[in-house]
């Protein structure tokens, strides 16, 4: 099992020193991926749907501080050396298909074939609108047709591609990514289509648990995901077994064990053993991948958090 921890591009640790010291702790502590969320702008009011709360409700808005999300990784790149770089994840539609083809392949280049780029369809329509980005209602049809640039542009040494969002031809496109044929795309998203997208295009499949319309907070839940992604992979000819699983536990608690309306204890809440349980349990269905957010108020609580992991629950896997 590998773990993704989250450096937050906003709020009161989005501090250049502070990024630079969670990076490195989570370096050095032998996590295997740095995480950076996306988003541009935050606008003021936000009416949209947030997929990851019982209410809908979006309280990571603040004072709307973000730093740009491919800037930041690069920072991050230039202050670490082994760890790897997870974008978790980019929104497709936020940015032009052939300018984040290219930030993506020079961030590979530049970080040493560090880079993993994960993707999803966005779910803020304000923030679509205000950053002029192709119509909200189409992003699941936008997102499938710059996936399919990327890799047009990653992979062809004469590029050509025209579709309904993005278009070209007869250009130069270097430097290619390091990695080949391009760095790992993870396909972030619960929704049967993004199941679909993953089978698709993506080499790990990057669900959250507690999407209320799409919930995969049980094992029978994720088991019965992970045999669609299959059966989909096998429609679009690919191999199933070439898949890989991720899965994002952002409700983890190492002090309080949660329970949810039946009864049952929340997984990744309670105790070291509990933790260490829930994760070799996603390991037996396949997932090779966690990511965690050890977000405190300080840098110096976000450290004993990671530190707490990695000492008294990891070795527990």
């Known amino acids: 099992m590998d773990y993704v921890i989250g450096v937050p591009g906003g709020g009161p640790l989005a501090k250049p020193e502070t990024m630079i010291a969670l990076a ?15 988003h541009i702008v935050i606008p003021r009011e936000v009416r949209s749907r ?6 809908g409700e979006f309280r990571g808005g603040g004072t709307g501080e973000a730093f740009e999300q491919l800037t930041m990784l690069s920072f991050l790149a230039g202050q670490t ?7 978790t994840v980019t929104v497709l539609p936020h940015r032009g298909p052939i300018q984040t083809a290219k930030a993506v392949a020079s961030l590979d280049v530049l970080s040493g074939g560090r880079l993993s780029l994960g993707v999803g369809v966005g779910w803020m329509r304000e923030e679509f609108e205000v950053i002029g980005a192709p119509p909200y209602d189409e992003r699941g ?19 050509t591609f025209k579709g309904k969002y993005c278009e070209f031809s007869n250009i130069f496109f270097e430097p290619k990514p390091v990695q080949k044929p391009y760095p790992p795309i993870w396909v972030a998203g619960e929704s049967p289509p993004a199941i679909r997208r993953a089978a698709r295009f993506g080499n790990v499949w990057f ?6 319309r799409f919930p995969l907070l ?25 898949l890989e699983m991720a899965y994002g536990a952002n409700w983890y608690d190492e002090k309080n064990a949660q329970q949810l309306p039946d009864g049952q204890r929340r997984t990744f809440t309670g105790s070291a053993e509990q933790i260490a ?7 037996e269905v396949g997932v090779g991948y966690i990511w965690l957010f050890f977000g405190a108020p300080t840098l110096e609580g976000s450290v004993e958090r990671m530190e707490y992991f990695a000492r008294e629950i990891r070795p527990l896997v």
């Open 50 to 55: 947030y997929p990851y709360s019982e209410t």
């Open 207 to 212: 669900p959250v648990g507690n999407n209320p």
């Open 277 to 283: 349980g829930d994760i070799r349990a996603l390991e």
């Open 24 to 38: 490195r702790r989570i370096e050095e502590l032998g996590f295997g991926y740095v995480g950076v969320g996306d």
């Open 218 to 242: 049980t094992l029978e839940q994720l088991s019965e995901a992970r045999d669609r992604l299959h059966r989909y992979a096998e429609e679009y000819g690919r191999d199933p077994s070439k």
């Open 81 to 87: 050396s082994t760890v790897r770089l997870l974008s």
């Open 141 to 159: 049809a936008v997102s499938n047709e710059y996936l399919e640039a990327f890799i047009e542009l990653w992979t062809n040494d004469n590029p």
